[in-house]
């Protein structure tokens, strides 16, 4: 078989996002193993069950379910954020709702670092209602308002978190030996994981300038990819992260668009699912009338299928990275090979180029590519790579992703 056929076909999505479970929440008081925050770290917990409501069962997942904590805003409670956290148990993720500091900036902070160590602490103990049940490998931390600015604080001393998300992040004031910083002077350079912000310019409590901005600005420690996703006029302080009863349907339209985006985000840090990048960085997040301005720098380009590769259809793939040359490679078997650029997730003997399409300034590189009706095509396997430019490291390699030509 030439190259040319090969490389059209053996595409599809490398894996369909399951089915929303059943949420069910309780609330839970976790013994802090720490010397710093609460005693006991109240929160409300929203999970995926066997049936919805107060302390229904927890339905079992062999290996457990990656974790979000979530840190509420100033003179609030985690149990104030229900949409929030039922959106992201129907995703698959256990949400941490944070329950204790309304006001207390510093124990906030602090309950956000011990609650990681809480979490595995109770997820090891055999009387838990959680036991085994949390993936505590596979935890992100994130908020909204004085919790997006502590996000980025528990981020600077991260305990193990891999990812972030703030919403409408507070910027606040502290001080050192060396003088008075912001949050985002002295805690964002710090922050070595994944991070994803969002704000909206409707938003008369926090500037975004002053918050998200600032924030995005000096995250220049950061690994994988930063994001900042800015929402126009519609997206307030409260309906980026929260509803409530008043909540207009321009309300519930600006928290589909941002909790679309975190579930996204969330999907590819801890689940290892880089479709999700659609609709933080894709064309799914650049379609949104509300998007006011996209910013993103990588470190680590991300590639990406937009659906199934179906006979007789057409696949689009999506290659992450700063602008500049690029290229997709496909391969007929996997490996794991170092190279200066990263692994090379291809085997070498059977891989071919696929495109050497140059990334835009935009950051998304684009290459659509149809698959002929031929029933003999049903079933074909390949393994995709890209690789493309970076934010300060060169050329790296993307992750590889496995696609399977399939039929409607």
Not at 378 to 402: F, H, Y
Request: proline residues 7%.
């Amino acid at each position: 078989m030439n190259p040319p056929l090969r490389t059209l076909l053996l595409f599809t999505l490398l894996l369909a996002p399951a089915a929303p479970a059943q949420v069910g929440w309780r609330d839970d008081a976790f013994a802090n193993p720490t010397t710093s925050g609460s005693s006991a770290l109240l929160a409300r917990v929203h999970y995926p069950a066997t049936q919805a409501g107060q302390n229904a069962p927890l339905r079992s997942r062999a290996g457990g379910y990656p974790i979000v904590v979530f840190l509420h805003g100033y003179g609030g409670l985690g149990r104030n954020y229900p949409d929030l956290g039922d959106r992201l148990a129907a995703a698959g993720f256990i949400a941490v709702l944070s329950d204790t500091a309304r006001i207390e900036l510093q124990v906030q902070r602090d309950d956000g670092i011990a609650l990681l160590a809480a979490l595995r602490q109770e997820n090891a103990r055999t009387a838990s209602f959680w036991f085994g049940s949390l993936d505590t490998a596979r935890a992100a931390v994130c908020g909204h308002s004085m919790g997006g600015g502590n996000t980025v604080r528990v981020l600077s001393a991260n305990p193990g978190y891999r990812a972030g998300i703030c919403f409408a992040p507070f910027n606040g004031l502290e001080s050192t030996t060396s003088g008075v910083f912001s949050f985002a002077e002295l805690h964002a350079p710090r922050v070595a994981v994944p991070l994803l912000i969002l704000h909206g310019e409707g938003d008369t409590t926090l500037d975004w300038q002053r918050t998200a901005q600032a924030y995005y600005d000096k995250a220049n420690g950061y690994t994988g990819m930063k994001v900042f996703v800015r929402l126009d006029g519609d997206c307030t302080h409260m309906n980026v992260a929260r509803l409530d009863g008043s909540s207009t349907a321009v309300d519930r339209a600006v928290f589909q668009r941002s909790l679309d985006s975190a579930v996204g985000w969330l999907a590819a840090q801890l689940e290892g699912r880089p479709e999700g990048l659609e609709q933080v960085v894709g064309p799914a997040l650049r379609a949104e009338p509300r998007l006011a301005q996209l910013q993103s720098a990588v470190r680590g380009p991300a590639l990406w299928s937009d659906g199934p590769a179906l006979l007789g259809g057409t696949v689009g793939l999506r290659l992450a990275g700063e602008g500049g040359p690029a290229v997709l490679l496909i391969a007929a078997a996997p490996a794991d090979l170092p190279t200066p650029f990263g692994r090379l997730r291809l085997d070498p003997a059977t891989t071919v180029w696929l495109n050497t399409a140059a990334i835009p300034a935009g950051g998304l590189q684009r290459t659509d590519v149809p698959i002929p009706n031929d029933p003999l095509l049903l079933g074909a396997r390949a393994w995709l790579q890209g690789a493309a430019q970076t934010d300060g490291v060169g050329l790296r390699l993307s992750n590889a992703i496995e696609l399977v030509v399939t039929r409607r």
